[in-house]
């Protein structure tokens, strides 16, 4: 009926698989939708031999990934192999030859991005990642079109399905991570190298991404300030939840007095939040902004199909895009902004040490907080004798103050251990 | 720095008015974000000397919408006046100019958008309204771009904020209907008549949009059935809130069995369900399918600053088309699809009927149903005597059959009334 798109995959893991399976044999639903005859002409992959699920026409596999990249019949270049190398010059290589990418790659658009983003308008093609962030969730164009016009001051969620499951699992039944994370390995809902989700690094490239969306500045994914959830203890979040509190890996990237802050942390969210029931594989951004006030995007952040569905959509809006004979739309241009100090982080902060129960400690501990301007929210004892908790909760104070706070803390007499200090979600700006 | 790019203004009502005061007073911050320079060129408005609360420069203002439309300086019309006529003929004249049109017009869209879009494409220009449905949040983009590859399934939920305010206040407060409009009135949150919202016509139109653009097929909204709030009574409320249901006024559009069902009507929606803590005028859109899984998006369904975030979106892409030389980008095609009979609707019922307490009834009750086929959840009963309250609470059954059985059920001897019928969100599928 009209003309042939012809699309190449760089990669075919269970994204691409999903992706190709669906072009290949519901190309009829597809065209009949959108008008497009999309055609697969190559697949690069490492392995030839691999079961991938799916039948494959003869002829289409290949293990040299530039023959797809170079193909004159490929006009459009999938990449879904991840990672930087070789997937970043492959992607530059495509652009510079006037092929649209579309990509699911998050570590390489937070780390190459702006200069793959320059190179595709130097070409006039599109460089599109609607499945970088959030799988299945439209947040990309949302952020970039729909909301080009709005000064956003800020992006904040969960964005890394991995954590959220193991966090979730941990909290519902108790559950050490160690055991939890064995677990999501052997379920294939963690990598066997999990460091990029339960370091932060994804989240963090994700954050880098929506960042530099919202705000017009450019955010590099190594800029991100980042924790994991390594470190977290189930015991940790059974005083968290006596609070009225459960612990989310929570993206925040924010706006504010010509800084922007952008961080990767584990995060004390309130129960009655909607973040707090959130589960599993979920993904939920929030974007704000002076004129739309909150919006809140929910969905599945991470799998086969959801990914590749968002992958289509970026698809089909390229070779709409190739067809009606341009591809140049500068979708944002990003100016300078300032990043700022991680020392003045601000948030509350839940504290939790094991002390002495005697006359006069609550007042030790409080006169170091407010040496440190570090003011007390909420104080909450458990226990009596030598090694009762004490859980403090301060109001909103920069990371500075508190660390500050907190190591003059762990040296008072009274003070046995300080156990955890952890971020509260800051619901009172 | 850029070349100009002239915007006119057919309306300036409070959504017109906030877009014009930030094309106006915000444009450098608007072209330090996009690169581009958007001025206003005219504003078409029914009373000149109307205080809008805005300083708007000399020689813009005119009472003949046509002077915009026809000034070869505009090359975006932004059309949000409203209603039927004479919108429709002011957009159809200026998309057959040559000119981009943006619009927050859901009704027009709704009755002529297909003729609209066709003339658009004819044309060569863009005809956008993602301010139509939803308000600030962005929803006809990710439904017409982002899943443009998924075969959505079905489209639910709450897009009318004016009722979605007075059912919050009845169901939370107790007050009635009639005194919570006069107040949401006296508010400025409804209309002086307000029928089209609480009748459910404005929902209808945003429902026949939205399965328009999710299922390929040109729904009209007056294909849409439509019930809306104002027989609703407090009392109702207590009975549903103790089976543990709160009502909302949902718009639901679903595609099964090749056919598309469309209705606004009321529904007792699970206390524990997301939407049932959609409070006031937030609106919140679950679009589903079998690759994503279920999206949901929520935010500000209405409102000067948030609809003005909206269509300044869709004005910025209009005019990065109009600069990249082109504007032609068919976003979908319409196909046809058979539309559902009202009878053949399934959901689950909630009935509630003033009975004699009598050995007996509940046998007679049942038998009923069960003649018309429709399968019994749940029983309730409320009080003794000849004034008894019974609740039945019914499996998923189709409109028809059920209708039957009420009435079947008024005649019976035992039943003094039927006293409602209300539709509950059905989860069972």
């Given at each position: 009926m009209s003309m042939q798109i012809g699309v190449g995959f760089l990669?075919?893991?269970?994204?691409?698989?999903?992706?190709?399976?669906?072009?290949?044999?519901?190309?009829?639903?597809?065209?009949?939708?959108?008008g497009l005859d999309l055609v697969v002409r190559g697949i690069a992959v490492r392995d030839l031999a691999k079961d991938r699920g799916i039948?494959?026409?003869?002829?289409?596999?290949?293990?040299?990934?530039?023959?797809?990249?170079?193909?004159?019949?490929?006009?459009?270049?999938?990449?879904?192999?991840?990672?930087?190398d070789p997937a970043g010059d492959l992607v530059m290589r495509a652009l510079n030859s006037g092929k649209a990418v579309v990509t699911a790659n998050k570590e390489l658009m937070a780390s190459r991005g702006r200069d793959l983003l320059a190179a595709a308008e130097t070409a006039g093609v599109s460089l599109l990642f609607e499945a970088a962030v959030g799988g299945g969730i439209p947040i990309i164009r949302p952020l970039s079109e729909s909301l080009a016009g709005e000064r956003i001051t800020s992006v904040l969620g969960i964005v890394n399905g991995t954590t959220n499951y193991i966090l979730t699992r941990m909290v519902e039944e108790g559950i050490a991570y160690e055991e939890v994370l064995?677990?999501?390995?052997?379920?294939?809902?963690?990598?066997?190298?999990?460091?990029?989700?339960?370091?932060g690094g994804d989240a963090a490239s994700k954050a880098a991404i929506l960042a530099s969306l919202a705000f017009g500045t450019w955010v590099d994914g190594s800029q991100v300030?980042?924790?994991?959830?390594?470190?977290?203890?189930?015991?940790?979040?059974?005083?968290?939840?006596?609070l009225g509190y459960i612990p989310k890996l929570l993206a925040i990237a924010e706006y504010s007095e010509d800084s922007i802050?952008?961080?990767?942390?584990?995060?004390?969210?309130?129960?009655?939040?909607p973040l707090a029931s959130v589960r599993g594989a979920t993904n939920a951004i929030y974007v704000s902004g002076p004129s739309i006030g909150e919006l809140l995007f929910t969905g599945p952040g991470a799998g086969g199909e959801p990914t590749a569905t968002?992958?289509?959509?970026?698809?089909?809006?390229?070779?709409?895009?190739?067809?009606?004979?341009?591809?140049?739309?500068?979708?944002?241009?990003?100016?300078?902004?300032r990043l700022r100090d991680v020392a003045d982080f601000s948030t509350k902060w839940l504290i939790r040490t094991t002390v002495a129960d005697r006359p006069g400690v609550l007042a030790q501990i409080a006169a170091v907080f407010g040496r440190h301007e570090v003011s007390i929210k909420s104080v909450?004892?458990?226990?009596?004798?030598?090694?009762?908790?004490?859980?403090?909760?301060?109001?909103?104070?920069?990371?500075?103050?508190?660390?500050l706070a907190v190591s003059e803390l762990a040296g008072l007499e009274v003070v046995s251990y300080v156990d955890s200090v952890m971020r509260v979600y800051n619901d009172e700006s």
């Open positions: 990669g075919a893991g269970t994204v691409g698989s999903a992706l190709i399976r669906r072009l290949i044999y519901e190309s009829d639903a597809i065209a009949a939708k959108t039948v494959i026409p003869p002829g289409l596999l290949t293990d040299r990934p530039r023959d797809v990249v170079d193909d004159p019949k490929v006009q459009i270049v999938i990449e879904v192999m991840g990672g930087l064995a677990e999501a390995q052997e379920l294939g809902y963690a990598e066997a190298d999990p460091t990029a989700d339960v370091g300030t980042r924790e994991g959830i390594e470190d977290l203890s189930t015991e940790d979040f059974v005083f968290a939840r006596r802050a952008v961080r990767v942390h584990p995060t004390l969210v309130p129960l009655d939040h968002a992958l289509l959509g970026d698809v089909i809006m390229s070779a709409r895009e190739r067809l009606a004979g341009t591809q140049v739309k500068s979708r944002i241009r990003f100016g300078t902004g909450w004892q458990d226990g009596r004798g030598d090694e009762a908790s004490l859980l403090l909760v301060t109001h909103e104070s920069p990371e500075g103050d508190l660390q």
